[in-house]
């Protein structure tokens, strides 16, 4: 079943072309890679996905209804683009708990759960400023997926974190698929690349299917 649909569009800033008729199908319940260099376009593909900025021409449909169309911004999306802002002065679990009242459906227990798979300690009374980089980016890996929003759009998403936090992510990331959530994701490291199902390369301006144990040999 398509959940994502990409159909022949095209990007370009000041006359550097990203995108130029690009395709393609995102499935339900897999995984899905994009690898190139830096510069080449893979956080602005997520941009464009997400409805934060828009195709030149070409569209992007989300369950079949276009975006920036029919509809602003995809529900049930997990998303990490750039790094979030959080309240400096608050501790992990109270960022976590403002975002989480926004949409009210769920409890404390979950973002103190979701927290300890990362790794976080939710007691904490650590304010977010002096967090260090790895615990900002497992925060951020929180937010995207603690109200079990069944899409992940996870750009760098092991960055910064060390060996364990890595295995863990990657392990939860292979939960989330078994359970049917559909994972799109970026990186420079070959062994992230591993988990996806498939593995797309940005090369001149189009999207290349590669194979997932190729990984980014650019970085
Ligand atoms: N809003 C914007 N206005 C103008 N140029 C932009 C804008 N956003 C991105 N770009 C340009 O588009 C190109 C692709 O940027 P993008 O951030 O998608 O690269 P990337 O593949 O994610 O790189 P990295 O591996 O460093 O994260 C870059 O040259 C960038 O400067
Ligand atoms: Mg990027």
């Given at each position: 079943m398509t959940i994502i649909s990409i159909k022949d569009v095209s990007k370009s800033f000041k006359g550097n072309?990203?995108?130029?008729?690009i395709n393609l199908d995102i499935r339900k319940g897999q995984i899905y890679g994009f690898v190139g260099p830096n510069g080449s376009g893979k956080s602005v593909l997520f941009k464009m996905i997400c409805g934060f900025i828009f195709p030149d021409s070409g569209e992007i449909s989300i369950d079949g209804l276009e975006i920036g169309?029919?509809?602003?911004f995809p529900e049930n999306f997990g998303v990490i683009i750039d790094r979030p802002g959080y309240i400096?002065?608050?501790t992990g679990f109270e960022n976590l708990k403002e975002l989480a009242m926004i949409r009210g459906n769920i409890s404390d227990k979950e973002v103190v759960e979701t927290m300890e798979m990362v790794g976080?300690?939710?007691?904490?009374?650590?304010k977010t400023k002096n967090y260090s980089l790895g615990m900002k980016q497992k925060l951020a890996i929180c937010q995207a997926i603690m109200e079990k929003q069944e899409v992940l759009v996870l750009?760098?998403?092991?960055?910064?974190?060390?060996v364990d936090s890595v295995k863990k992510v990657r392990d939860l990331l292979l939960r989330f698929k078994e359970e049917g959530r559909t994972i799109l994701l970026t990186s420079h490291n070959q062994d992230d690349i591993k988990i996806c199902d498939e593995v797309y390369r940005i090369n001149r301006s189009k999207l290349e299917l590669t194979l997932p144990l190729i990984g980014d040999s650019h970085s």
């Open positions: 072309v990203l995108f130029e008729n169309k029919d509809k602003r400096a002065s608050k976080l300690d939710a007691q904490s009374s650590q750009d760098e998403p092991f960055n910064a974190l060390d």
